[in-house]
């Protein structure tokens, strides 16, 4: 049966519109509250998985990471070699910042980082000019001159948006993060606009070596919410690559406690990043998923 | 004249030093007492590392799940990591949140999990043990959950909670909920509209005006295949309770002809009843009864409980 649409999912999805408009309008109507969605031509997306991407203390192997990313950005940018991709979209005289996630259970991890690291330097860019930062991207004069951003974070449940993805990684350049934590982070693609970001960025990489299916406790952690999937989701649209990211996570929830198990509180700005704030695609049908290397138990 | 100003100037200097170093003193003690609460060495396991974290500064430790903490005013954290044997790891977080009432509701944030007879009541879920008691709310969680991990968690919040010589009583908002049908795992207690939204979103705007000046609970009932949900709050005072009401029914039921009426129901588009009253300083709300007459039984009853909850 069809769940019927009610005020609070209006409110929901509606912010400063009064409410009296949308009963009359949906319900009057019949007008669908999606349809101020710019129409965005479909985007791809790859997934590539490795079951020995993690050595047995679960730590990633480098060489490992760098094959999965190298294969990765080719099947993205259809090139044939990974220098000649990553050329497509960064340049010698580039200034990059990689923002990467320092969350201390489960960070970007290193081997991530200079997978990266690495072939932007095999693309020219000196040293000096590139930089691997979290927190202190705000005060990092490389961060504050980038040209060029690679957006670098692991897939994660979070208290407040439901998931820690791409686009929230983002929420280092405002200075006072919790002011995105209203509504659920409802509007976090805002800060891609706001802080000159949607324009620079060239990669978003949501790491799945280890994800967080599950928070529990003032840390929003546990080992046993956690499992090997081993994969790497890259895109240049932030939104595709959190969308897919979310499906998996949905996935292994519903896996995991026997039956579906909404996020508490849902991802809505993956979703609303795409129907508010047209930064990139949220609808699995207008994403192309190209999935490689280990199929089993991908859960989509 | 300006004998005087000079004067007054050097008093109030005299009178902020005065304060500010009362405030360091009680800092200190409270540290103090806190750590006296947490052993520094049981069984096999020591404390290797220790730390204090403010409301400014708990971000620096506690992601962004940091705001739950400030939406229920806790005032200081102390934290200690445990070593014990194969190299394990134990994290014990201890917040004073100032009052019973916040220790209890900041418990009631997440109650998923085994309930336990720790504290004046505790949960524990993969490798995680919370409980409150007095004013205080602790976590102990284990970096790998296992046999002997899960035995030193319930030890040590054991021994945490008999050091905790206080107790308090549950907030009197609590004993108003009718406890026909009622999903005791689904209560929450709160103040802040950001913790309303977390469980029940009703409005990406404040418009029940919760803040430090009201509390609040919410309840869920099963009556049927769906979840009825009572939301009572009490405002400082009766004119605020009517305000809020009125905003509430003006952007959440601007269908209601009579925006006057203290007494409302409407049936929403989902065939389910969402009611209001309002009374005194006492502002309930039932969202998705089965029935109008449903929605004013669990309202009434609110107003007139006649049990009083046990713990």
């Avoid at chain 2, 006649?306 to 713990?311: D, L």
Wanted: aromatic share 10%; net charge positive; charged share 25%.
């Amino acid at each position: 049966m069809k769940k019927s649409f009610t005020r609070r999912d209006f409110l929901k999805i509606t912010a400063s519109v009064p409410l009296t408009h949308l009963v009359s309008r949906a319900f009057g109507n019949k007008v669908s509250p999606y349809q101020t969605s710019k129409n965005l031509p479909s985007t791809k997306v790859v997934l590539i998985r490795d079951p020995e991407a993690l050595d047995q203390q679960k730590k990633p192997r480098d060489a490992v990471i760098q094959k999965m990313m190298d294969e990765a950005i080719m099947k993205l940018l259809d090139e044939k070699d990974p220098r000649e991709a990553w050329q497509k979209i960064i340049k010698p005289d580039d200034i990059v910042g990689i923002k990467t996630n320092v969350w201390s259970y489960i960070p970007t991890t290193s081997a991530v980082e200079q997978a990266i690291w690495q072939r932007i330097r095999e693309v020219g860019v000196p040293q000096s000019n590139i930089s691997i930062d979290d927190r202190g991207v705000r005060r990092n004069p490389v961060f504050q001159k980038a040209t060029a951003l690679i957006n670098a974070r692991p897939a994660r449940t979070h208290h407040w948006a439901g998931m820690g993805s791409c686009i929230k990684n983002y929420i280092m350049f405002t200075p006072r993060p919790s002011a995105y934590h209203g509504d659920s982070c409802a509007d976090l693609a805002r800060i891609w606009f706001e802080y000159n970001l949607k324009d620079k960025t060239r990669l978003n990489i949501l790491v799945m070596l280890t994800p967080l299916f599950h928070g529990i406790g003032p840390h929003h952690y546990s080992e046993k919410y956690t499992w090997p999937y081993c994969g790497l989701i890259m895109g240049t649209d932030p939104v595709a690559v959190d969308s897919t990211g979310l499906r998996i996570i949905e996935a292994k929830r519903k896996e995991y406690f026997g039956e579906k198990r909404p996020l508490q509180p849902p991802a809505k700005h993956i979703f609303l990043a795409e129907k508010r704030h047209h930064l990139g695609v949220a609808d699995p049908s207008r994403i192309e998923l190209i999935k490689l290397g280990w199929l089993e138990g991908s859960l989509i | 004249m300006k004998r005087i100003t000079y004067g007054a100037i050097i008093l109030i200097l005299v009178f902020s030093i005065g304060v500010k170093g009362k405030m360091i003193n009680d800092k200190v003690e409270q540290k103090n007492f806190m750590r006296h609460l947490v052993p520094s060495s049981f069984e096999n396991w020591q404390v290797t590392e220790e730390k204090f974290y403010d409301p400014q500064t708990i971000f620096d430790y506690i992601d962004g799940a940091g705001e739950v903490y400030r939406a229920y005013n806790f005032q200081l954290l102390l934290s200690r990591a445990f070593h014990g044997p194969s190299n394990l790891k134990i994290f014990v977080d201890l917040f004073d949140m100032g009052s019973g009432a916040n220790a209890f509701g900041v418990f009631t944030h997440d109650r998923e999990g085994e309930k336990l007879a720790i504290g004046q009541g505790a949960v524990y879920k993969g490798g995680l043990l919370s409980f409150w008691k007095g004013r205080f709310f602790v976590s102990i969680f284990a970096e790998v959950e296992n046999q002997l991990t899960k035995n030193a968690i319930l030890n040590l919040g054991q021994m945490i909670a008999a050091q905790i010589k206080e107790t308090s009583p549950l907030p009197e908002l609590i004993h108003r909920l009718p406890p026909s049908s009622l999903i005791e795992d689904k209560i929450h207690y709160f103040s802040h509209h950001l913790i309303l939204n977390y469980h029940y979103f009703v409005a990406d705007e404040n418009i029940l005006e919760l803040n430090n000046q009201t509390e609040a609970v919410l309840a869920f009932y099963q009556f049927n295949k769906e979840k009825t949900v009572l939301l009572g709050i009490r405002y400082p005072h009766e004119k605020k309770a009517l305000l809020a009401q009125q905003r509430f029914r003006a952007q959440y039921l601007p269908e209601v002809s009579d925006q006057r009426e203290k007494e409302i129901a409407i049936q929403t588009e989902n065939n389910l009843w969402t009611a209001t009253s309002q009374k005194k300083n006492l502002l309930v709300i039932v969202f998705d009864a089965p029935s109008k007459e449903k929605a004013f039984v669990l309202i009434n009853k609110f107003f007139h409980p006649k049990e009083k909850r046990r713990g």
